[in-house]
């Protein structure tokens, strides 16, 4: 079969130290099987490995990497940008709860999270139900609500960055995050979050041009900003099946935001 010849030759390159070729193929493995439970066991060993102190530099994408993160330090430091959470309006519309309980999700991981207003929301209303953990590359997002505990709920890290990725939730919540993304990226990005979903998972993603970043940086936030169809087969691609696609519009009728349902 395609899958076995795929899962020997990663496990060779993996043996070998050939990580990089070794993840390409556990990916492709998966791209056939989502469910495949070697290929994502391999894949997070990877990355565990990846996280030790490399004997090779990674120059370009620790500068990429740093140069986003740099941006958004200086983004959370904009109240404005606070004001307004498109996560708590998003699970409203799509009744995240209702999904996520239909699923029996019990962890769930908040891949950008921001400010955290979603997070808040669902510790404050449901604190015995839900078990959270944020993820984001600054590390200055969280509202004040979360200083106390800030450590222990939120990892900072890059969703494209295989190495940040470690454990596996029952549910990932990704909302106002995927169009921020450089466009070559969001594959990767969008694989990493399926390999750390276990159950389920609610994409919302916008489909128009931001104005904050050229108030407040000079440059667009919104890097990728595609059609709806564009961003279910990138969806697809990395091995997630829709459930449910609501595109909702403005005002004007053109499509604002995508909201994705989705399960592995």
Not at 55 to 79: F, H, L, M, N
Not at 149 to 171: H, K, P, Q
Not at 176 to 197: F, K, S
Not at 241 to 257: F, H, I, Q, S, Y
């Amino acid at each position: 079969m395609i899958t076995d010849d795929l899962l020997r030759k990663g496990t060779a390159q993996h043996s070998q130290g050939q990580l990089v070729e070794a993840t390409q193929s556990f990916r492709a493995v998966l791209r056939i099987n989502p469910t495949h439970p070697a290929a994502t066991r391999s894949l997070l060993s990877i990355a565990k490995q990846l996280r030790q102190p490399a004997s090779q530099p990674t120059a370009g994408v620790d500068q990429q990497i740093d140069q986003e993160r740099r941006k958004y330090e200086q983004v959370w430091q904009c109240d404005d940008y606070r004001r307004f959470s498109p996560g708590l309006q998003g699970a409203q519309l799509v009744d995240l709860i209702g999904y996520f309980r239909q699923h029996q999700v019990r962890t769930i991981l908040d891949a950008g999270c921001g400010s955290g207003q979603l997070m808040q929301q669902i510790m404050t209303e449901f604190p015995e139900e839900f078990d959270l953990h944020g993820f984001d590359i600054s590390a200055n997002c969280l509202d004040p609500f979360f200083d106390a505990i800030r450590d222990e709920i939120l990892t900072v890290g890059c969703l494209w960055n295989l190495a940040e990725f470690g454990e596996i939730y029952d549910g990932v919540i990704c909302t106002d995050v995927m169009e921020h993304i450089p466009t070559h990226q969001v594959p990767a990005c969008l694989e990493n979050l399926r390999q750390c979903t276990a159950k389920a998972a609610y994409l919302g993603i916008a489909l128009f041009p931001d104005g904050y970043g050229q108030k407040i940086l000079g440059e667009p936030l919104h890097l990728t900003v595609k059609e709806p169809q564009w961003w279910i087969s990138a969806i697809r691609n990395a091995g997630f099946t829709v459930t449910k696609a609501l595109v909702e519009n403005g005002p004007n009728e053109n499509p604002m935001w995508l909201h994705a349902l989705l399960t592995v």
